[in-house]
């Protein structure tokens, strides 16, 4: 049995693109860029907010996206999140997880002054023992592995004992790079085929899945 679970959470938690594409749009429209929709917001997602700004506006001027992203971050941390939810059986699966005496843990790209607040507002009931968004100098965001040994080192957890889940080809290469086993959730931003093509050997189409897979690791 493992110890410990660590998750992605946007994607593979929570569904968070609404809140981060109207979050992105405030900032990038007011620099003249055009707005984007769902599907293009969900293929900016991921490498974290300041790669998101990058990928959103395609420019090279490095000057203007840390412009971008540095009035980007404030408005992440201050969201009310209300177009944010659980993922379907989630509530069930994590409450039955920590049951099992499973330690929880999130490890996120998101600046980590907004990964507290909307765990705080949407995941408080759930007990998790670790919660990091990014953190500039302290360790490389995903798909570094610095970000995993960092939740491994805080938590005491070996890397046999852990197992991560996420929802995109940056979480596939995450858990590779850290050499721990890893889920890939089928529910999130990413295709299917794009976890496959980065590594992903172990699929979760649902929730009641994912913990069926997690218990038998």
Not at 22 to 44: F, H, P, W
Not at 90 to 101: C, N, V, Y
Not at 131 to 147: E, H
Request: with cysteine.
């Amino acid at each position: 049995m493992k110890k410990l679970v660590i998750f992605d959470l946007d994607g593979t938690l929570l569904n968070t693109i609404e809140d981060i594409r109207r979050m992105l749009n405030m900032v990038i429209t007011k620099y003249g860029y055009k707005a984007l929709n769902s599907q293009e917001t969900l293929k900016c997602v991921g490498y974290g907010a300041r790669a998101l700004v990058e990928k959103a506006t395609q420019i090279s001027d490095q000057e203007k996206v840390d412009k971008m992203f540095n009035e980007l971050v404030p408005i992440m941390r201050d969201c009310d999140n209300s177009l944010t939810f659980l993922y379907d059986g989630l509530d069930g699966a994590l409450k039955s997880l920590k049951s099992l005496g499973y330690k929880l843990a999130i490890v996120s790209n998101k600046p980590d002054v907004a990964t507290q607040v909307i765990v705080g507002q949407k995941l408080k009931d759930y007990g998790f023992d670790f919660v990091t968004g990014n953190k500039p100098g302290v360790f490389t965001p995903k798909p570094d592995k610095s970000c995993v040994e960092y939740c491994l080192n805080t938590l005491g957890v070996a890397k046999e004992d852990a197992v991560f889940v996420g929802d995109s080809e940056v979480d596939v290469k995450t858990f590779i790079n850290a050499s721990i086993e890893g889920i890939g959730v089928t529910w999130g931003f990413r295709p299917k085929n794009l976890l496959v093509e980065a590594g992903c050997k172990h699929f979760a189409n649902t929730a009641e899945e994912l913990v069926e897979i997690i218990k038998s690791l």
